[in-house]
């Protein structure tokens, strides 16, 4: 088992950062990728960022240039840097890892950015 803990949402203005961090904890060897999903109210559940245990990393097109994802191995923890943030970035972000055919997910946190 996995468990991944979130931090780091909040409410901003457009144009502002934020900073997502997850850590993760239990059988971490098992782990062979990490990132952030999101999900705004009506909307389905989209990848937004991810990174390998290797360091490859991956981004939707709507956040490339703003978004970076980053994963300390000693600290088992990977971050997402939000920089100028839009509205339509409000949603829960939900961090996930995978590994053996399995995804863990945690709990979401809110990102709010108002206009």
């Known amino acids: 088992q996995v468990q991944l803990v979130e931090s780091g949402g909040g409410l901003v203005q457009a144009g502002g950062s934020l900073r997502l961090s997850c850590a993760a904890s239990g059988i971490i060897f098992t782990i062979n990728a990490m990132g952030w999903y999101r999900q705004a109210p009506g909307k389905q559940r989209e990848l937004v960022a991810a990174i390998t245990s290797g360091g490859s990393t991956n981004y939707a097109d709507s956040v490339k240039g703003r978004f970076t994802i980053s994963r300390d191995n000693a600290k088992n923890t990977v971050y997402l840097q939000m920089n100028s943030l839009k509205p339509e970035d409000t949603a829960v972000y939900y961090c996930?890892?995978?590994?053996?055919?399995?995804?863990?997910w945690g709990q979401g946190t809110q990102v709010t950015v108002s206009s």
């Open positions: 996930y890892a995978s590994g053996h055919s399995t995804v863990y």
